[in-house]
């Protein structure tokens, strides 16, 4: 390594000079020479100083490095070495990687573990001989001298990494946007294919999905949501029963006859159709999440402001029912828990959950003592009751927000059945009604609004002589 690299002019140089040096005996010649010998003393004094200093110039590395004698012959057999190691694996990783594209075509998992596990092991085997490699100091100045070049490489690359961070902040700001969009034009959109006709529910929706004022037509319109999540509840709490192995017969005649708790057979219950059972357990559900609608605040306060102050009253239920209608009822509980919107919640869900229902469904009532708590359980049956009581909640903000408030009303059992007032869950083959059929129970309510509009009660029909 110390050694000058020697040319074939220098060569010739030299032996022209050591020959005019060392010249035969004799004169001839001695005029000639005189000259060039001081040229020749002169570069031979330059040459030796030169590689005097390339011997010290390797003497101070060596001891930089802590080498000793014969440690550079020592340090280029192992960097010889390691290369032929690094060669090696690289072979066998392309050998393991042309195995692993082989078990692709045709398919063969078992040649395809094999091939995986042959080029994961050589690629730690490459991992070993860089650590190797970094471990002797061979690579410090080689990884010192291309730090910087990489990290010029990389700087584009890390500043359109930020750009198109800061782009996708961008765009989930506009899907929440537009998700939210979403949500108010669904409500005025749900429904239409209902006997309503589109035109009437544009005159209560604005142009991006607010409602500018309360109205019948969206009364109608949250009335239908009402429908369609407690149809959804109810199938929920069906399946539930049904996976419990419950008798869903005398469930039935229980729960739809039971009022209060009291247990009452009832023949036209008894003869509901095992398919139709779930119209039995959504009056249920309904008679509970109902009761109280004509009041206030559900019975939940005793307060008289819709009596009081009417028009501040409804200005201020219109307010709430326009701040929370985009809301998720989890989240504003999570928030709120003990809003009227929360307490509401919690009273009905203990009135339809009884104790030994809960415990019977879940094994236990740690979520009936949670909601008595003050709390709202984070539970999927829980959060499926919260996707039927704020549409009722919603409805309700909307009969006290309008004027005048619509009138209640519900089909008693064994009534006689009126179209204009009355819509049958049971759909018949030909379209009618078999004559001489009423009222089994009523399965919702019908609301009578101010505009001359009705809301149909939705009954279960069955033969006069089980219906009276």
Same mark, same amino acid.
């Given at each position: 390594?110390?050694?000058?690299?020697?040319?074939?002019?220098?060569?010739?140089?030299?032996?022209?000079?050591?020959?005019?040096?060392?010249?035969?005996?004799?004169?001839?010649?001695?005029?000639?020479?005189?000259?060039?010998?001081?040229?020749?003393?002169?570069?031979?004094?330059?040459?030796?100083?030169?590689?005097?200093?390339?011997?010290?110039?390797?003497?101070?590395?060596?001891?930089? =490095?802590?080498?000793?004698?014969?440690?550079?012959?020592?340090?280029?057999?192992?960097?010889?070495?390691?290369?032929?190691?690094?060669?090696?694996?690289?072979?066998?990783?392309?050998?393991?990687?042309?195995?692993?594209?082989?078990?692709?075509?045709?398919?063969?998992?078992?040649?395809?573990?094999?091939?995986?596990?042959?080029?994961?092991?050589?690629?730690?085997?490459?991992?070993?001989?860089?650590?190797?490699?970094?471990?002797?100091?061979?690579?410090?100045?080689?990884?010192?001298?291309?730090?910087?070049?990489?990290?010029?490489?990389?700087?584009?690359?890390?500043?359109?990494?930020?750009?198109?961070?800061?782009?996708?902040?961008?765009?989930?700001?506009?899907?929440?946007?537009?998700?939210?969009?979403?949500?108010?034009?669904?409500?005025?959109?749900?429904?239409?294919?209902?006997?309503?006709?589109?035109?009437? +529910?544009?005159?209560?929706?604005?142009?991006?999905?607010?409602?500018?004022?309360?109205?019948?037509?969206?009364?109608?319109?949250?009335?239908?949501?009402?429908?369609?999540?407690?149809?959804?509840?109810?199938?929920?709490?069906?399946?539930?029963?049904?996976?419990?192995?419950?008798?869903?017969?005398?469930?039935?005649?229980?729960?739809?006859?039971?009022?209060?708790?009291?247990?009452?057979?009832?023949?036209?219950?008894?003869? %509901?159709?095992?398919?139709?059972?779930?119209?039995?357990?959504?009056?249920?559900?309904?008679?509970?999440?109902?009761?109280?609608?004509?009041?206030?605040?559900?019975?939940?306060?005793?307060?008289?402001?819709?009596?009081?102050?009417?028009?501040?009253?409804?200005?201020?239920?219109?307010?709430?029912?326009?701040?929370?209608?985009?809301?998720?009822?989890?989240?504003?509980?999570?928030?709120?828990?003990?809003?009227?919107?929360?307490?509401?919640?919690?009273?009905?869900?203990?009135?339809?959950?009884?104790?030994?229902?809960?415990?019977?469904?879940?094994?236990?009532?740690?979520?009936?003592?949670?909601?008595?708590?003050?709390?709202?359980? +984070?539970?999927?049956?829980?959060?499926?009751?919260? +996707?039927?009581?704020?549409?009722?909640?919603?409805?309700?903000?909307?009969?006290?927000?309008?004027?005048?408030?619509?009138?209640?009303?519900?089909?008693?059992?064994?009534?006689?059945?009126?179209?204009?007032?009355?819509?049958?869950?049971? +759909?018949?083959?030909?379209?009618?009604?078999?004559?001489?059929?009423?009222?089994?129970?009523?399965?919702?309510?019908?609301? =009578?609004?101010?505009?001359?509009? %009705?809301?149909?009660?939705?009954?279960?029909?069955?033969?006069?002589?089980?219906?009276?």
């Amino acid at each position: 390594m110390a050694n000058k690299v020697t040319h074939i002019s220098d060569l010739i140089h030299r032996v022209a000079c050591s020959c005019l040096t060392h010249h035969l005996a004799g004169a001839y010649g001695l005029e000639r020479c005189d000259s060039v010998d001081g040229e020749t003393e002169e570069e031979d004094a330059v040459e030796e100083e030169e590689e005097e200093k390339e011997e010290n110039g390797l003497k101070i590395w060596e001891e930089e =490095k802590g080498a000793g004698p014969g440690r550079v012959s020592v340090c280029v057999r192992e960097m010889e070495t390691l290369m032929g190691e690094v060669f090696d694996a690289v072979s066998a990783v392309k050998r393991a990687y042309v195995s692993l594209q082989e078990a692709h075509c045709p398919w063969d998992p078992d040649k395809m573990r094999v091939a995986d596990a042959a080029v994961v092991a050589e690629l730690r085997r490459l991992g070993r001989l860089r650590d190797r490699f970094r471990r002797t100091g061979f690579g410090a100045s080689a990884a010192a001298a291309a730090a910087t070049p990489l990290r010029e490489a990389v700087a584009p690359y890390e500043a359109a990494l930020d750009d198109l961070k800061k782009e996708l902040k961008a765009k989930d700001a506009e899907v929440e946007s537009l998700k939210e969009k979403l949500r108010s034009t669904s409500i005025g959109g749900f429904g239409r294919k209902r006997r309503l006709h589109s035109s009437r +529910r544009v005159g209560c929706i604005n142009g991006l999905g607010a409602p500018a004022m309360p109205t019948p037509e969206l009364f109608e319109t949250y009335m239908e949501e009402v429908k369609s999540a407690s149809k959804s509840f109810t199938g929920h709490l069906l399946s539930l029963m049904r996976s419990a192995r419950w008798d869903i017969a005398a469930t039935v005649r229980s729960i739809i006859e039971g009022g209060d708790g009291a247990i009452d057979h009832n023949p036209a219950i008894a003869e %509901v159709d095992p398919h139709h059972a779930k119209h039995a357990l959504e009056s249920y559900v309904n008679r509970k999440v109902f009761h109280g609608f004509e009041n206030e605040t559900f019975y939940i306060e005793g307060s008289l402001t819709s009596l009081l102050r009417p028009a501040e009253f409804r200005n201020d239920c219109f307010a709430q029912f326009k701040d929370m209608r985009g809301m998720d009822p989890a989240e504003l509980l999570g928030v709120l828990p003990t809003c009227q919107f929360g307490r509401f919640a919690a009273k009905k869900y203990l009135a339809i959950v009884h104790p030994k229902m809960e415990e019977s469904l879940f094994g236990g009532v740690e979520q009936r003592r949670q909601v008595m708590a003050g709390a709202h359980p +984070r539970t999927g049956f829980y959060g499926e009751f919260l +996707r039927l009581a704020k549409p009722v909640w919603l409805l309700h903000l909307l009969a006290f927000a309008l004027d005048p408030a619509p009138n209640h009303f519900e089909a008693s059992k064994g009534a006689e059945f009126h179209p204009e007032y009355m819509e049958s869950v049971v +759909r018949f083959a030909d379209g009618r009604f078999p004559p001489g059929w009423v009222v089994g129970f009523s399965v919702s309510p019908g609301f =009578k609004l101010g505009n001359g509009s %009705v809301v149909r009660a939705r009954v279960y029909l069955v033969p006069r002589a089980q219906g009276v």
